[in-house]
């Protein structure tokens, strides 16, 4: 069996680089993994990751999102925006889902590559 987590690689590299390149600082980067523990990040941008790392992990559970991160979502975020944070996390679920299956290596993205594309 293939180990997933190394496969989203590409993902961990395009992200950082872009994010880096943007202005983000490295405290931040090194502690999203770890974003329940860690004091670097506002409770919206902590509402927004536990939103996405539920709807990530759907089949951990059968119920879905739950009530209380609807609602830590919902404190910090309008219909328009958690529509927005939504179609964001199916994206980059399908983004993931693609790498796996191509096995896209990371290490060789160079920050913006992909700017002309979204333009």
């Not at 880096?20 to 670097?40: F, I, K, P, S």
Request: aromatic content about 6%; some cysteine; overall charge negative.
């Amino acid at each position: 069996m293939h180990d997933i987590s190394k496969q989203n690689g590409f993902c961990v590299d395009m992200h950082t680089k872009d994010a880096t390149a943007a202005g983000e600082t490295a405290d931040r980067l090194h502690l999203v993994a770890a974003w329940r523990e860690a004091t670097v990040f506002t409770d919206a941008e902590r509402a927004a990751l536990a939103l996405a790392e539920v709807g990530t992990r759907l089949a951990d559970t059968h119920q879905g999102v739950s009530d209380e991160t609807w609602a830590q979502a919902r404190e910090h975020f309008d219909d328009d925006q958690l529509a927005a944070l939504i179609g964001q996390i199916a994206l980059i679920n399908a983004a993931n889902r693609m790498n796996v299956i191509v096995r896209n290596p990371a290490g060789s993205y160079r920050a913006g590559m992909f700017d002309a594309v979204t333009d």
